[in-house]
Each structure stands twice: as C-alpha cells, then as structure tokens.
T-cell receptor
Framework: AQSVTQPDIHITVSEGASLELRCNYS??????LFWYVQSPGQGLQLLLK??????LVQGIKGFEAEFKRSQSSFNLRKPSVHWSDAAEYFC?????????????FGQGTTLQVKP | SQTIHQWPATLVQPVGSPLSLECTVE??????LYWYRQAAGRGLQLLFY??????ISSEVPQNLSASRPQDRQFILSSKKLLLSDSGFYLC???????????FGSGTQLSVL
C-alpha cells in the first residue's frame, strides 16, 4: 500500500541553524512529491514539488528538497531557519498517472524555532 | 486567478446537531474538489473527493457526507455530529492531473 512517513513528529531548532525534515515514501513507482507548510489555524501552502528532472528542487521561503530514488526519500532543507518558519510541515505524494489528484500525506512534522 | 473560499473559519456545535461546511472555487471550471480533516496532533486524512457534479467518492466510512450541487461548490455535511468529528477541516481543489492542490483556509470545528 502507498504510504508516506515523516519519522520526526516534533523538531526544535535554534533560529539561524540549519534544518532538515525527513520524508520517506512507499510507492509502486516514482510518484510526484510535495512539501506543504501549515501555519497555526491556517490552510496549507505549497513549498515545493518534484515531478522529474533535477533531483534538487528549490521552493519558496528559502526551502529546498532533494529527491533520492535509491532511498525513496524527499527531505526538506533550509540552511538558516527564521522564527517565522515555526509551523507544521507535510510531505505528500500522488501517482503521476492519477487523474483525480488524490494526495497521500505524511503525519506531519511540527517545527519549533528557539530564539 | 483562481481562488478558493471556505467558511466558516470556526464553528462550535453541540453533539447531535447538524453540520454544513461550504467551499467554493472561483476562476476555474470542472475542478477536482476535496475535503480533508486534520485531527489534533495527527496528519491530514482525505474524507471525500469529487471529479464532477454529483460524483462523490468517500475515502473513510464515517458520520459525514459530501455533496457537489454545482461545478465549483463542495459541501460537507452531517445529520448528527459526534465528539470525534472535532477537528480542522480543509477544502482543496486541483486541475485533476495530480499536480497541485490549492487549499482553503480551513474550518476549526469543535463539537461539545
């Protein structure tokens, strides 16, 4: 069965420190991959996505993610975290052949930023 | 440009009362529409999705139902709310090719 795993439920980093949020997926073939961010009480915002090509993708707000096929991973990174990055982050996948757009989400990682 | 509207933003309802959450999309036609729920401390769960008017697929058997009376309108309903229905509900749309979901701002539902 298809699934997305975010091993870290909660992460705390100091402002200015680097960040890496992990995402692993289980899928029959390489899916389309996404990272979303949800600020408290708000909807989701797309940070970045991977469909094909260059395995290092750049997103908004200084985030990037690297697709590693051999590890079935799509980890999210940021070199220097800002206090405003505190939020919940979701990794998601969808089948490239899907015509319904049904996303499968991970459980989410809550990021706390220390001053 | 496309926009998605979801209301209300917050809702407090007693157990056993009915529910109606509405979501509308503007600026696009024949979108795929979705209802997600996020329970406290958990990830997102797909509840319903629709690829056209009157076409509803349920992902999780439960106390809720969905309807799509118009192309760009998606309604989440319940006849009798349960305590376990509390959560954050998100409406979303996509162009139908699995590329990108656009989310509404969400409804925080508290059932007391």
């Amino acid at each position: 069965a298809q699934s997305v795993t975010q091993p870290d439920i909660h992460i705390t980093v100091s402002e200015g420190a680097s960040l890496e949020l992990r995402c692993n997926y289980s899928y029959g073939a390489t899916p389309y991959l996404f990272w979303y961010v949800q600020s408290p009480g708000q909807g989701l915002q797309l940070l970045l996505k991977y469909f094909s090509g260059d395995t290092l993708v750049q997103g908004i707000k200084g985030f990037e993610a690297e697709f590693k096929r051999s590890q079935s991973s799509f980890n999210l990174r940021k070199p220097s975290v800002h206090w405003s990055d505190a939020a919940e982050y979701f990794c998601a996948v969808v089948a490239p052949s899907s015509n319904t757009g049904k996303l499968i989400f991970g459980q989410g990682t809550t990021l706390q930023v220390k001053p | 440009s496309q926009t998605i509207h979801q209301w209300p933003a917050t809702l407090v309802q007693p157990v056993g009362s009915p529910l109606s959450l509405e979501c509308t999309v503007e600026g696009t036609s024949n979108p795929n529409l979705y209802w997600y729920r996020q329970a406290a401390g958990r990830g997102l769960q797909l509840l319903f999705y629709s690829v056209g008017i009157g076409q509803i697929s349920s992902e999780v058997p439960q106390n809720l139902s969905a309807s799509r009376p118009q192309d760009r309108q998606f309604i989440l309903s319940s006849k009798k709310l349960l305590l376990s229905d509390s959560g954050f509900y998100l409406c979303a749309w996509s162009g139908g090719h699995g590329e990108k979901l656009f989310f509404g701002s969400g409804t925080q539902l508290s059932v007391l």
